[in-house]
């Protein structure tokens, strides 16, 4: 454990936020993860249960004098999005996190940190070993693949269980309280392509250093989409330079704004020189518009060999672009309804490009289910008309606001009593599992809130310690104020 980690740890909450650091949890690689929660729970003899899914459930019973008081869930997702820096060699399907501290952040060595979800996860923990905290019958709910669609919310048996309150500790944010998360879908875009092979040096143009981000979160911070912006770099390239496309992709996940994309080009000896002077005119160009949203974009090129390549031929080509250049990407639609809030958006996370076939996954998102199903029939639309196929991989629903509730109005009165000021009460353009089990238990009663957290689904992620400390013991007056 990081010394200073240990000199600052409050209840525990970094002794286990850096155990489960050390374990390999990217979405799909729930196994160890889970596992270990399974142990922890048989170590401290607490009833718990293991799905097919991998979720886990761990109950504590209540404490005396809370044996009538609602019964609480607290729910944390174990996975997290893996993304790190070009020049990182870690492994994330084998390797643990290098947790670093600088003031007052943790931040991994250049990777995510996984503090969305793995602080929950920690929390969680040190709740249920604290045996001086008072509390009601304790539901704790740990869920799998929540980055890549919620399938373990989706397919979680709650019907056994009693809670009448749920605790979602999945937002990034000291001082404000959840209330509602928009409903989202993913889905992907299929084109099938044709090639020719043809002669001529291999050029690759690599697109860098954006910003990236949560593409629901982050969506309305105007940072660049890695792949749409190297389909406009290949568009007005054509315009005064001949290439041909021997490949391309960028981004790594369907919820995370693209960082990078790379395309290798394929011209001829005579236009070299052309072609490069070309390519930095438009990186001139593009490092006007983007001085303020994106100051550290990099464009580069690299000379590779002259020999023969499998090329996309001229029509598999023109269609590809007109694709990307016109598919639908980021905010569609504001709020009407509450100031500031993205109502719709999109997000192309990945372009990937087979040999005979080109996939693009994206993720859409909205408070409006009518509009949500709108933007996934322009996707197919388009993909048909050009020979495509489009698929919906997954959805989950809005969380919609309630009216009437006792729980938000509790944790309004503790916050008013621990912060000595109100709490901001708001809607989130992200999905939340809350979605789900407001589905599953009838008349649940839910909120969502966590620590500050910054550049989620970035390698720049980082959690307060000070904030983490904080949020975690107005939560303990929470719990113990639920005495019924």
Known sequence: MNKILEEKDYKKIFHYFTEISAIPRGSKNNTAISNYLVNFAKEHKLEYKQDELENVIIIKEATPGYEAAPVIMIQGHMDMVCEKTNDSTHDFLTEGLELLVKDDYIYADRTTLGGDNGIAVAYTLAFLED??????????????????????????????????????????????????????????????????????????????????????????????????????????????????????????????????????????????????????????????????????????????????????????????????????????????????????????????????????YYHIRSAVNSYKQYLADKLNYLSQFLGGEFYIRSQYPAWEYKKDSPFRDHLAKVFVEHYGYEPKFEAIHAGLECSFFAEKVDGIDIV?????????????????????????????????GLKA
């Not at 949560?214 to 890695?226: F, L, M, V, W």
């Not at 090329?311 to 504001?334: D, R, W, Y």
């Not at 910054?454 to 303990?476: F, G, N």
């Open 131 to 360: 045996d001086t905290l008072k509390h009601p019958r304790i539901e704790a709910i740990f869920t799998t693949d929540e980055e890549i669609g919620m399938e373990g919310a989706m397919g979680i048996d709650v019907s056994p269980l009693k809670g009448k309150y749920l605790l979602n500790i999945d937002s990034e944010d000291e001082g404000s309280i959840l209330t509602s998360s928009a409903g989202g879908m993913t889905a992907t875009c299929e084109l099938p392509i044709k090639r020719e092979t043809l002669d001529g040096i291999k050029v690759t143009v690599a697109i860098s250093e954006l910003q990236g981000g949560h593409s629901g979160a982050e969506i309305d911070k105007n940072h660049t989409n890695a792949a749409i912006l190297m389909g406009r770099l290949l568009f007005e390239l054509r315009e005064v330079s001949s290439y041909g496309l021997i490949d391309m992709n960028g981004g790594l996940k369907d919820n995370a704004i693209p960082r990078d994309a790379v395309a290798n080009l394929l011209v001829q000896p005579e236009d070299m020189e052309q072609f490069s002077t070309e390519v930095e005119n438009l990186t001139i160009k593009y490092k006007n518009e983007l001085q303020s949203s994106e100051p550290n974009m990099m464009i580069g090129l690299t000379k590779g060999e002259q020999g023969q390549y499998d090329c996309l031929t001229a029509s598999s080509f023109e269609k590809m672009l007109f694709l990307l250049i016109h598919m639908p990407n980021g905010v569609q639609v504001m709020s009407s309804n509450i100031p500031g809030l993205v109502e719709s958006s999109l997000n192309l996370g990945i372009f990937q490009m087979e040999q005979e076939q080109i996939n693009i």
């Open 448 to 480: 969502s809130l966590g620590p500050d957290m910054y550049d989620i689904h970035t390698p720049k992620e980082r959690l307060s310690i000070a904030s983490t400390i904080r949020v975690y013991q107005y939560l303990e007056k929470v719990i113990e």
